[in-house]
C-alpha cells in the first residue's frame, strides 16, 4: 500500500553531490532530523532560513547557498524503516570491536550513550542503518563498518 513519506536529502551544489539522509512519516520529523543532527555534529548555524519550491519541497539553507537541505514528499510501496534496534550483546560488541580493530576512541553504535543513540535514530530514521557506522564519543559519524 502506497504511502507519503518526507526525505532528507542533503545537496552541495558546487560539487554536484546529492545524499539521501532518511525518510519520515510528516515533515515536521524531517526537519527535526535534520537538526538533530546538526546536535550531532556540533553544528551551530545562525542564519538559518526556510523556503518552499514551486514543486513544494522545503529547503534549509544555512549560511552558503552552496550547500543546503531539501525536505522532498514522495510516496513510497511499503512502509518507512523501523526505529528500533536490537542492541548486540557484550560478547557481540567485544568479538565486533577486535574484528574491526576499533581503538579506545572508536564506538559502535551499541556503545554510545544513550541521549546520542537516540538523535542518532532521529537523524538517520533507521534502526539499522545506524548500526552500520563507527562513531567518535560524541555519536559523530566516522566511517561505516
Known sequence: MPQNVYT???????????????????????????????????????????????SGALEITYGDD???????????????????????????????RKKLQLDEELFLFDELAEPYRDRLLEAMGDGKKVQEYIYDEYGRLVRPI
Open 8 to 54: 532528507n536529502y542533503w545537496i552541495n551544489r558546487r560539487d554536484n553531490v546529492v545524499k539521501e539522509h532518511g525518510s519520515y512519516a510528516t515533515e515536521e520529523a524531517a526537519r527535526k532530523a535534520i537538526k538533530s543532527w546538526w546536535e550531532l555534529q556540533k553544528d551551530n548555524y545562525k542564519n538559518v532560513e526556510d523556503r518552499r519550491t514551486n
Open 66 to 96: 552552496n550547500y543546503y537541505y531539501r525536505i522532498v514528499q514522495r510516496e513510497i510501496d511499503g512502509r518507512l524503516p523501523s526505529l528500533k534496534v536490537k542492541l548486540r550483546s557484550p560478547g557481540e560488541i567485544e568479538s565486533l
